[in-house]
Antibody, heavy 115, light 107 residues
Framework: QVQLQQSGAELAKPGSSVKISCKASGYTFNSYYITWIKETTGQGLEYIGYINARSGGTNHNEKFKGKATLTEDESSSTAFMQLSSLTPDDSAVYYCARDCYFDFWGPGTMVTVSS | DIQMTQSPPSLSASLGDEVTITCQAS??????ITWYQQKPGKPPRLLIRYTSMLESGTPSRFSGSGSGSDYSFSISNVESEDIASYFCLQYVNLPLTFGSGTKLEIK
């Protein structure tokens, strides 16, 4: 069955970076995009961007350009999102999901930014 | 960016009721809307894609309809397991945008 497994919760200092992983199984990794979504109580769900797992091409929501860097490793069927220059506003649950209409989701990775 | 205005923010229903949630897009989205269910502490679950196509495993009491910029999602014969939040997503244009969600509670 299709599964997306995400890395564990992160506690980070302001100004630092974190890299979250999303390991896919149960389907051909390079046949689908992986999309990243931010969830906060205040803003709800926000589209961060996607990566084409075959070509490595990416699309970013303008709001997250410079904040999120999307990469993938086809050999391990894993997508990554690096969040840089962290501020408390980056504290959220981050999900990866398959394709452009999110038919499967990872369990989420909580990122807490605090000094 | 396409704005998705979802209403109501919350709903209270009795078991067996029918409830309806709406999403209005700021422009025509050509039926490219999906609906999700989310329970606390869990990731969302895709219920319906392309306005009205039920995903495998979605109970038939869930339905979707609409066209242009106006869409709706309904649950007939609400069951206790339907207690959750529901939200829409348009996927016709980037950036993809979500509705703000509707929390369903049982009276």
């Amino acid at each position: 069955q299709v599964q997306l497994q995400q890395s564990g919760a992160e506690l980070a200092k302001p100004g630092s970076s974190v890299k979250i992983s999303c390991k896919a199984s149960g389907y051909t990794f390079n046949s689908y995009y992986i999309t990243w979504i931010k969830e906060t109580t205040g803003q709800g769900l926000e589209y961060i961007g996607y990566i084409n797992a075959r070509s490595g091409g990416t699309n970013h929501n303008e709001k997250f350009k410079g904040k999120a860097t999307l990469t993938e490793d086809e050999s391990s069927s894993t997508a990554f999102m690096q969040l840089s220059s962290l501020t408390p506003d980056d504290s959220a649950v981050y999900y990866c999901a398959r394709d452009c209409y999110f038919d499967f989701w990872g369990p989420g990775t909580m990122v807490t930014v605090s000094s | 960016d396409i704005q998705m205005t979802q209403s109501p923010p919350s709903l209270s229903a009795s078991l067996g009721d029918e409830v309806t949630i709406t999403c209005q897009a700021s422009q025509d989205i050509y039926k490219y809307i999906t609906w999700y269910q989310q329970k606390p502490g869990k990731p969302p679950r895709l219920l319906i894609r392309y306005t009205s196509m039920l995903e495998s495993g979605t109970p038939s009491r869930f339905s979707g309809s609409g066209s242009g910029s106006d869409y709706s999602f309904s649950i007939s014969n609400v069951e206790s397991e339907d207690i959750a939040s529901y939200f829409c997503l348009q996927y016709v244009n980037l950036p993809l945008t979500f509705g703000s969600g509707t929390k369903l509670e049982i009276k």
